[in-house]
């Protein structure tokens, strides 16, 4: 089992940046897989995957956030990072950190993934 806390979130104009974090409770280098999924608040929308980093730093990115946003990791602090730049209206979300034990496939589905954390609210005005 694992814990997952979620932080750096806030409300921020369109253009800015933030890097939001995930501290794990305990170390990280047993996750094969790390991640970031977002939900919006709109009616039906469902957790998409933002972007995944593997133990070996190979990452994933939604075609979306290609350029914008860059996802890193620290074992040795057990924390997942996602920096965030140029930040758009498109953006505003509750982003959640995702881990499970083995590597990463090659799409984002929310499904493999069986610890997560409670979410931090990004919100982006125009």
């Known amino acids: 089992q694992v814990q997952l806390v979620e932080s750096g979130g806030g409300s921020v104009q369109a253009g800015g940046s933030l890097r939001l974090s995930c501290a794990a409770s305990?170390?990280?280098?047993?996750?094969?897989?790390m991640g970031w999924f977002r939900q919006r608040q709109a009616a039906g929308k469902e957790r998409e995957g933002v972007?995944?980093?593997?133990?070996?730093?190979?990452?994933r990115y939604a075609d979306s956030v290609k350029g914008r946003f860059t996802i890193s990791r620290d074992n040795t602090k057990r924390t997942l990072y996602l920096q965030i730049h140029r930040l758009e209206p498109e953006d505003t979300a509750m982003y959640y950190c995702?881990?499970?034990?083995?590597?990463?496939?090659?799409?984002?589905?929310?499904?493999?993934?069986?610890?997560w954390g409670q979410g931090t609210q990004v919100t982006v005005s125009s």
């Open positions: 305990r170390a990280t280098d047993g996750l094969g897989c």
């Open positions: 995702a881990a499970r034990p083995r590597g990463c496939r090659e799409y984002m589905d929310a499904q493999d993934f069986g610890y």
């Open positions: 972007a995944l980093i593997d133990h070996y730093g190979r990452t």
